[in-house]
């Protein structure tokens, strides 16, 4: 899916957190302390934090975390367990795909990365994180949730109006830390509308965190909170995903601590370049993804002829990739033909398709909390004209050297330069544009015909990671998206008449290794013979 033009952190930021992030030997030794805290030193911790009492739960089981079969209710949570699902998680399976010890460690680094930051001003820290609330069409009937997926990415809870707080212990230097969640109490009322709930038992066994709170106790640890010296707050105060908690936040602990003269930082830069970094088993979630979504566009380029309406593809590519396992498409899809392929974010999706046009889709699923994002596109009747040919070729031809160019040290800004002056070249190939310009100049008109970035950043979210620079270092473990395009519109009375009316769109999802770059979309045809001989089944 085609981003806007954006760069927001440089490659210094990156490389620094990217060190410190991929520290095995740091990100071990914290793990190992945070397993041999002595037990009673931990109660008396939460002793003078003053916890305990009605609804409150602390475990100070953190050596056994691998073990999270036998610390589970024996009854559904609101979301899939072991116990519940046995078909999708294994026992040390937290989320499918990602276990309770990876959760642990997602929170250890960020602790460590707040403490290490330029921007900590003291030795105390608290990260504040919350959950999405609900959203609703009309009275009562709600949206399908999706969770924040920063909130997500440190807890595993699926639960909306919930938030976390990881804190420094007193004594004890970072990263170790405290994790408390705030959830839903249990209600029988409600969870007769809504299902069930974890309730701060449920959460607390199942989640790994060292101790959870109902939500309405979280005013009073906030208040607390504010109290402290010397606290560095990091809290995304200006992109809240759950308006009456962050009005909580905001009234409870960033005022009071601004009049305290308390550090505030944003959290989302340093989570984002935590997430950017894709460890193996989130590698394998988006390669699953990515196949899932790639095998779903090719039952809809089987399915299409002339005369089909754009509504009956975007259903069977719905279907395709729900029965696949897929809980949601990762946005709405963009499934344009002919003309309407050069709007490039066009989702109305009701057209059909006449003989002779082209149609771009533009999709993918979230599978398990990870998104993939594809495009291609094809003639609805199996044969692509020569025009169609000529223009869509040399899209290919890009693409693959701009995937080429995906390897360690790279940026996107570079790839992103390269596909331009590739493409102002082909626009002269094909008398689109005039000859005799300088590359800077085809830079320029290119820009013109392809509006959009060659790539993003994909993982939990479409375009992710916003705060991280497409200027950065391509890294081990980070995955883009390469999706170089040709819109010409049907009004372009520059372009020879025979290309009027062409929008094309190639896009695949490329891993980077140390090896170089893997595509996990290969499984979607993009070669002109292969479309072809599909549309022939």
């Given at each position: 899916?085609?981003?806007?033009?954006?760069?927001?952190?440089?490659?210094?930021?990156?490389?620094?957190?990217?060190?410190?992030?991929?520290?095995?030997?740091?990100?071990?030794?914290?793990?190992?302390?945070?397993?041999?805290?002595?037990?009673?030193?931990?109660?008396?911790?939460?002793?003078?934090?003053?916890?305990?009492?009605?609804?409150?739960?602390?475990?100070?089981?953190?050596?056994?975390?691998?073990?999270?079969?036998?610390?589970?209710?024996?009854?559904?949570?609101?979301?899939?367990?072991?116990?519940?699902?046995?078909?999708?998680?294994?026992?040390?399976?937290?989320?499918?795909?990602?276990?309770?010890?990876?959760?642990?460690?997602?929170?250890?680094?960020?602790?460590?990365?707040?403490?290490?930051?330029?921007?900590?001003?003291?030795?105390?820290?608290?990260?504040?994180?919350?959950?999405?609330?609900?959203?609703?069409?009309?009275?009562?009937?709600?949206?399908?949730?999706?969770?924040?997926?920063?909130?997500?990415?440190?807890?595993?809870?699926?639960?909306?109006?919930?938030?976390?707080?990881?804190?420094?212990?007193?004594?004890?230097?970072?990263?170790?830390?405290?994790?408390t969640l705030f959830v839903q109490q249990r209600d029988p009322e409600k969870e007769l509308w809504d299902g069930p709930r974890a309730g701060t038992e449920g959460a607390l066994?199942?989640?790994?965190?060292?101790?959870?709170?109902?939500?309405?106790?979280?005013?009073?640890?906030?208040?607390?909170?504010?109290?402290?010296?010397?606290?560095?707050?990091?809290?995304?105060?200006?992109?809240?995903?759950?308006?009456?908690?962050?009005?909580?936040?905001?009234?409870?602990?960033?005022?009071?601590?601004?009049?305290?003269?308390?550090?505030?930082?944003?959290?989302?830069?340093?989570?984002?370049?935590?997430?950017?970094?894709?460890?193996?088993?989130?590698?394998?979630?988006?390669?699953?993804?990515?196949?899932?979504?790639?095998?779903?566009?090719?039952?809809?380029?089987?399915?299409?002829h002339p005369g089909v309406n754009e509504s009956i593809l975007f259903a069977k590519l719905d279907h395709s990739c729900r029965v696949q396992g897929a809980e949601f498409l990762a946005y709405p899809p963009v499934i344009a033909g002919g003309n309407r392929a050069n709007t490039l974010h066009y989702i109305s999706n009701n057209q059909v398709v006449l003989d002779n046009e082209l149609v771009l889709m533009d999709a993918g699923c979230e599978f398990h909390g990870y998104a993939s994002d594809i495009t291609r596109t094809w003639p609805i009747n199996g044969h692509f004209t020569q025009p169609q040919a000529e223009v869509y070729q040399a899209i290919l031809d890009i693409q693959k050297q701009c995937i080429e160019m995906c390897k360690v040290g790279r940026t996107l800004d570079q790839v992103y330069y390269y596909m331009l002056v590739g493409l102002g070249r082909r626009l002269q190939q094909m008398g689109i544009v005039q000859s005799g310009h300088e590359e800077w100049q085809l830079c320029k008109i290119a820009k013109q015909y392809c509006p959009h970035h060659v790539g993003h950043y994909l993982g939990m979210d479409t375009h992710d990671t916003g705060c991280v620079s497409r200027n950065s270092p391509l890294q081990p473990g980070m995955v883009v998206t390469i999706e170089p395009g040709l819109y010409i519109p049907e009004t372009d009375t520059n372009a020879p008449a025979k290309f009027r009316g062409i929008g094309i769109r190639i896009e695949d999802d490329v891993l980077i290794t140390s090896a170089g770059s893997q595509v996990l979309s290969q499984e979607c045809p993009k070669e002109i013979s292969d479309i072809e001989e599909l549309m022939k089944r």
């Open positions: 899916m085609p981003t806007r033009l954006n760069s927001r952190l440089g490659m210094s930021a990156l490389s620094g957190i990217c060190r410190a992030a991929k520290s095995s030997s740091t990100n071990k030794a914290a793990l190992m302390e945070l397993k041999s805290i002595n037990v009673n030193h931990v109660k008396n911790t939460f002793a003078r934090f003053g916890h305990g009492g009605t609804g409150r739960r602390f475990s100070t089981n953190f050596g056994h975390l691998s073990q999270q079969d036998n610390l589970l209710p024996k009854r559904y949570l609101g979301q899939p367990t072991s116990f519940t699902h046995p078909h999708l998680l294994k026992t040390d399976e937290l989320t499918p795909g990602i276990t309770l010890q990876e959760y642990l460690s997602r929170r250890t680094r960020i602790m460590s990365a707040v403490g290490s930051s330029f921007n900590a001003t003291s030795s105390n820290h608290a990260v504040v994180v919350l959950a999405a609330d609900k959203k609703y069409m009309t009275d009562g009937i709600p949206y399908p949730f999706r969770q924040s997926t920063n909130f997500l990415y440190l807890t595993g809870f699926q639960e909306p109006d919930s938030a976390l707080i990881l804190e420094t212990v007193p004594g004890k230097a970072l990263p170790e830390h405290k994790a066994q199942f989640l790994g965190i060292h101790e959870s709170k109902p939500i309405g106790e979280l005013n009073e640890t906030l208040h607390c909170l504010a109290k402290k010296d010397e606290l560095t707050v990091w809290y995304d105060i200006f992109k809240p995903c759950n308006r009456k908690l962050h009005e909580e936040v905001y009234t409870h602990l960033i005022q009071p601590c601004r009049t305290r003269g308390h550090s505030i930082n944003t959290l989302e830069n340093t989570l984002d370049l935590q997430r950017v970094i894709k460890s193996p088993a989130e590698g394998k979630l988006m390669k699953a993804s990515a196949s899932i979504a790639a095998k779903s566009i090719q039952e809809v380029i089987k399915l299409s």
